[in-house]
């Protein structure tokens, strides 16, 4: 079965710095696609960025771009010139292109933007 | 907004009773689910469709059934509540079959089963 691991339960960020928030995935599948969503106090799950991972290009939505290493099974979220809006939690995912149907989730990191 | 409501937004409940959580989108999308969502644990699945009275069981089904008679409504339904059923739940939807395509949640369900 497919894991995902986010090692890292809370970061700190300054506004206006970069962080990068760490996601390894365990599968033997080779066709399967990533997701970070974002989940702020609303409680609202939004979609960050997707990577395929058929794709060697790193995905990038504006100020967010991830690092994909497909050997390593690495997908980490850098978040550029961070904003206080950032702050939030955020969920790697991961989901097979042909077997089980479910999203599998990391356990979240939390993230703080200090002012 | 992919069009979802969920209802209630908030509930308490005592153990033992039966509730049902609704799940509605505007947009006739084929696949819906149902999540939790639990400290430590991420989201889990529990169940999900894939078209009308097509269901299937997710990760953490036990204790839950659902139900869709309509392509616009998911109802996940626990027959008797338990306290380890306190949870918030999200509706997910997906616009496509395909699997490279984002599911797109509702804003939960807050159960507290006391």
């Known amino acids: 079965a497919q894991t995902v691991t986010q090692s890292q339960p809370e970061m700190s960020v300054q506004e206006a710095e970069t962080v990068t928030l760490s996601c390894t995935y365990d599968t033997s599948e080779s066709d399967y696609y990533l997701f970070w969503y974002k989940q702020p106090p609303s409680r609202q799950m939004i979609l960050v960025i997707r990577q395929e991972a058929y794709k060697q290009q790193n995905a990038t939505e504006n100020r967010f771009s991830v690092n994909f290493q497909k050997a390593a099974k690495s997908f980490s979220l850098k978040i550029s010139d961070s904003q206080l809006g950032d702050a939030a939690m955020y969920f790697c995912?991961?989901?097979?292109?042909?077997?089980?149907?479910?999203?599998?989730f990391g356990k979240g990191t939390k993230l703080t933007v200090n002012p | 907004d992919a069009g979802i409501t969920q209802s209630p937004r908030h509930k308490v409940t005592e153990t033992g009773t039966p509730v049902t959580l609704r799940c509605h989108q505007t947009e006739n999308h084929r696949y819906m689910y149902w999540y939790r969502q639990d400290p430590g644990h991420g989201l889990r699945l529990i169940h999900y469709s894939y078209g009308v009275k097509d269901t299937d069981k997710g990760e953490v089904s036990d204790g839950y059934s659902v139900s869709r008679s309509k392509t616009e409504d998911f109802l996940l339904t626990l027959e008797s509540a338990t306290s380890s059923q306190t949870s918030v739940y999200f509706c997910?939807?997906?616009?496509?079959?395909?699997?490279?395509?984002?599911?797109?949640f509702g804003n939960g369900t807050r159960l507290t089963v006391t």
């Open positions: 997910a939807i997906s616009e496509s079959g395909s699997r490279r395509t984002p599911l797109h």
């Open positions: 995912a991961y989901r097979s292109e042909s077997g089980s149907e479910k999203l599998v």
